[in-house]
């Protein structure tokens, strides 16, 4: 029944973060709990740092222009992607994904003016390993060969690769195919199993994936508005129904704009080598890097059609990032080409005014960022703000309703959990039957949890149910029923709740006769969680020593 997936295997530096924050708190103590959360925001906040040092090394890798390598990391970090990354704790991952593939691209473009065998060794390896480690941090990655390869062939067509070269570029690419071949067959047979349409909560059963591929470029342009306007929407958290989601009308511009783009890039690298501009040349590299880093994550490719959100942006904005400053260089060189040469004392200012036409945006992005992390602090408000985007943000509602559950408001809850399963009945049900439970409502919990048992693929989720369950059962006084739940669980030592599951399971198994099972019970939670008050309280409560 349990959802099996391979998190473990392929986002180890994750799990290293979380587990050691995770060993160093306590959830009988609150003060630790609260400690833990703060290191690692700040573990998140460190890696989007790490990340912005990547992407400065890549540019000016790229570029050999330090100024505009700090301004294209500055703009990553203050854009809604990288400030994203660095308040959200659960994208610390993305965050080093986005460094390994920032410095796996600099010892890849090193290896191709290696000369000694040594280096070629040392940067051939290095390039390969760091690849390895982004895959290993999070999926989207795989898409630096495509980036990497768009920038061979721009060095190419300026005449600036030697064939030498180029074959030292196409044994990384060789190479780094390898190691996306491996990592796929890695995944494929520890259990990992596609979050696209017709797996994901987040689209109807019968949505198909040519549906979902026909809104990409919409979700394209929606992201791509962050980057040009500091309250571009992030469509996330929302449950897209065709024909419901978006207009028809909103799909084909999407889709004008996308041919628009990808026009502009050919474009302008065919005149930054017919005019000698390296500047246009960057601002095509950085469109074709942000295009090819959409790929894999934004429903461009049918086969997989996945839910969106603003981890999407991590990967594409390396290069989205790199064509912004570029532009902004370059408007600030026409800015020069325009004054007199006696009139070039002005140009700071000029080149002042032109650079913040651009930074201005990113500059109200950090306090547009400051509002959203302050309100993320009050799940419930946020959840009402972001409601109100568009229609149809049926998992939005359900994180709503689940935040008024914790808030012990189960009353304000229902109607919208009711609101929100009519709309989309497919979605989970479990704070649905948590909120049923709280209103001692236990009948019609233990129904919502056994259609939550059928339908949920979510470890943590199923966990939840089974634990939900086995609580409504014993109010019932249907004790053996709730036993027999927990015992299918109990086993599970990486539930959130394990520690209040077997304290449960130990007082439901006594109240049930079940002496026996109570006592085993007891003897694994005094392995696991020793000199645990909890525990202890339990065994008193079921009269065992």
Not at 234 to 258: D, N, Q, R
Request: glycine share 8%; charged share 15%.
């Amino acid at each position: 029944m349990a959802y099996k997936d391979s998190i473990a295997y392929y986002r180890p530096l994750k799990n290293l973060t979380f587990g050691l924050i995770a060993s160093a708190s306590d959830p009988a103590k609150p003060e630790t709990v609260q400690a833990a959360l703060t290191a690692a925001r700040t573990f998140g906040f460190l890696y989007s740092i790490v990340a912005a040092f990547g992407i400065f090394a890549l540019v000016q890798r790229v570029s050999r222009d330090e100024w505009l390598a700090l301004t294209c990391a500055g703009f990553w970090l203050l854009s809604a992607a990288g400030t994203s990354s660095a308040v959200w704790v659960s994208a610390q991952n993305i965050a080093m994904a986005v460094a390994f593939g920032c410095f796996a691209f600099v010892y890849a473009d090193k290896f191709l003016m290696a000369e000694t065998t040594g280096r070629k060794i040392r940067y051939g390896v290095g390039g390969v390993l760091l690849f390895a480690a982004g895959l290993l941090c999070y999926d989207s990655i795989v898409a630096l060969p495509g980036m990497f390869a768009a920038y061979l062939a721009l060095r190419w067509l300026q005449k600036d690769l030697s064939s030498e070269a180029a074959n030292k570029g196409a044994a990384m690419l060789g190479l780094w195919v390898s190691v996306v071949v491996g990592w796929l067959f890695l995944r494929h047979h520890t259990g990992a199993i596609s979050d696209g349409a017709g797996h994901s909560v987040l689209f109807s059963p019968d949505t198909s994936r040519m549906q979902v591929f026909s809104a990409s470029a919409w979700f394209f342009w929606r992201h791509s508005l962050m980057w040009f306007w500091p309250f571009g929407t992030l469509e996330i958290g929302g449950s897209y129904i065709p024909g419901k989601s978006v207009s028809t009308a909103s799909l084909i511009w999407g889709w004008v704009f996308l041919a628009a783009y990808l026009v502009s890039i050919p474009a302008l690298a065919w005149i930054g080598i017919r005019k000698s501009c390296k500047l246009s040349g960057l601002i095509a590299l950085g469109l074709a890097m942000g295009i090819i880093g959409a790929f894999p994550s934004g429903n461009f490719v049918p086969l997989y059609a996945g839910p969106l959100g603003d981890y999407y942006t991590l990967v594409p904005s390396i290069g989205w990032s790199l064509a912004l400053a570029a532009g902004s260089f370059l408007l600030g060189r026409k800015t020069l080409e325009l004054l007199e040469p006696d009139s070039r004392k002005v140009f700071p200012i000029l080149a002042a005014a032109g650079l913040l036409i651009i930074a201005v945006n990113r500059i109200a992005g950090v306090f547009t960022m400051s509002l959203v992390s302050a309100r993320s602090q009050q799940p419930v408000d946020m959840a009402l703000a972001s409601i109100a985007v568009r229609p149809l943000m049926v998992m939005n509602q359900i994180n709503l309703a689940d935040g008024l559950v914790a808030q012990d408001k189960p009353g304000q809850a229902l109607p919208i959990f009711e609101d929100a399963l009519q709309t989309a009945p497919w979605i989970s049900r479990v704070g649905y039957a948590q909120a049923l439970s709280r209103m001692e409502r236990y009948e019609e919990a233990v129904t919502q949890y056994d259609i939550a048992l059928e339908k949920e693929k979510e470890t943590e989720r199923l966990l939840t149910a089974n634990y939900g369950k086995a609580v409504a059962l014993r109010k019932l006084g249907r004790r053996q029923e709730a036993v027999q739940v927990i015992q299918r669980v109990i086993h599970n030592t990486t539930y959130r709740h394990h520690l209040q599951m077997v304290a449960f399971g130990i007082v439901v198994a006594q109240e049930a006769d079940d002496d026996e099972t109570a006592r085993r019970w007891l003897a694994k939670a005094r392995d696991i969680y020793p000199d645990n008050p909890l525990i202890d309280q339990a065994a008193a409560a079921a009269n065992l020593r």
